[in-house]
């Protein structure tokens, strides 16, 4: 499954983004998603997973509250509302996809280009 992440851009704190992830190539909602976030110098973080179906969501403790994943699968896209932005949130966001809705980056097997955030405070 091919995945393309858009929606980024630059926001002040507090501020909202919504990014999302459009899929093709394969049965989308066969897969988990799972967002995660990256900066230089350090690993990429999870941050969000939804399950096939959209029937279970998950999130990174700092997040939590904050953001909300979603999926639509008539349309093959899933979507990451993030609000109440803080400027540890800027990185580089990516969406991927996999059997497994998990927090390790290992058992995702798609993954898309990414997407900057930057959070101006």
């Known amino acids: 499954v091919q995945l393309q992440a858009s929606g980024g851009g630059l926001v002040q704190a507090g501020g909202s983004l919504r990014l999302s992830c459009a899929a093709s190539g394969h049965t989308f909602s066969d897969y988990a998603i799972g967002w995660f976030r990256q900066v230089p110098g350090k690993v990429r973080e999870f941050v969000a997973t939804v399950t096939w179906i959209g029937a279970s969501t998950y999130y990174a403790d700092v997040v939590k509250g904050r953001f909300t994943i979603s999926r639509n699968d008539a349309k093959n896209t899933a979507y990451l509302q993030m609000n109440s932005f803080r400027p540890e949130d800027t990185a580089l966001y990516y969406c991927?996809?996999?059997?497994?809705?998990?927090?390790?980056?290992?058992?995702?097997?798609?993954w898309g280009q990414g997407t900057q955030v930057t959070v101006s405070s």
């Open positions: 991927a996809a996999g059997r497994l809705a998990t927090v390790y980056l290992d058992e995702y097997n798609y």
